[in-house]
C-alpha cells in the first residue's frame, strides 16, 4: 500500500545521497515537491500518482546533483575528503586485525605442536582469510548494503572511536602474544614462522595495490553520468 509520508522521506533521503544537496537543498526541493502534490491532488490524481508526476517534475537525483555539486563544491569536497579519511583508516584497522587474526592463529599452532612452517603457514591463512572477510565488507558498502546514505556526524564520531579502540586492543594483543611465542618457542621454529609470514606479507604488499585498482576500475561513474557531469 502506498505510504506518501515514507515515499516522500526515502525521495529526500535518496536526494541527500548523493552528497552535493545538503538539508536545506532538501528543504527546498521538499516544499516544492508538496506544493506540486497540493496542486495534483486538487486535479483529481491519486497521492500516488500525484507523488511519481511531482517527483518527476522536480528532477531526477541525478540531474540534481549534477546542477548542485556546480554550487556546493565545498559540501562536495568535505564528502569526498571524509570518505578517503575513513577509508585510509578503515584500511589501517583492516591491517591491524589481520596480523592480530594471524599472530592468534600462530600461537594457537604452536600450542598444538606444530612446526614452525605450519605456524606460518597459519599464520598467513588466518590473515588471508581476514582480508577476504574485509573485502566482502567493502563490496557490500560500495552496494549501499552497509552504508545506505554516508555517514552522519554522530557515525563519524562513533567510527573514530570505534577504529581508535579497535587499534588499540589490536596493538596489545600483538605485543603479549610475540612476546609469548618468543619467550616459548625455539630460535630454528620462530625463524620458520617468520619467513612463511614475511612471504605472506609480500603477497599482501602486491596483491593489495592490484584490489584496490580493480575497485577503483569497477567503481567508475557510469558513461551517462561523466556525460552529464561534463
Known sequence: MFELN????????????????DATDADE?????????DTLGELGLSE????????HRVGGTPDLAVEYSKVNTTAVWRRRVRWMAAGGLALIVCQAVANTVGLAAQAVTAWLGGTGTLMG??????????WIAFGAVVMLTARGAVIG??????????FAAAAGA??????????ATTIVLVRTLPANQFGEA??????????????????????LLALRPSKAVRVQSA
Open 166 to 175: 579497535i587499534l588499540l586492543a589490536a596493538c596489545a594483543a600483538r605485543i
Open 121 to 130: 603457514g597459519s599464520s598467513v591463512a588466518a590473515s588471508a582469510a581476514a
Open 29 to 37: 526541493l521538499e516544499i516544492h515537491l508538496r506544493d506540486s502534490l
Open 194 to 215: 617468520a619467513l612463511q609470514i614475511a612471504y605472506g606479507n609480500g603477497a599482501v604488499a602486491t596483491l593489495l595495490p592490484i584490489a584496490l585498482i580493480l575497485l
Open 48 to 55: 500516488e500518482e500525484a507523488f511519481l508526476v511531482a517527483a
Open 6 to 21: 515514507k515515499s516522500i522521506s526515502d525521495w529526500r533521503a535518496n536526494l541527500q545521497s548523493a552528497g552535493s544537496i
Open 149 to 158: 546514505h554516508g555517514f552522519s556526524r554522530i557515525g563519524v564520531v562513533g
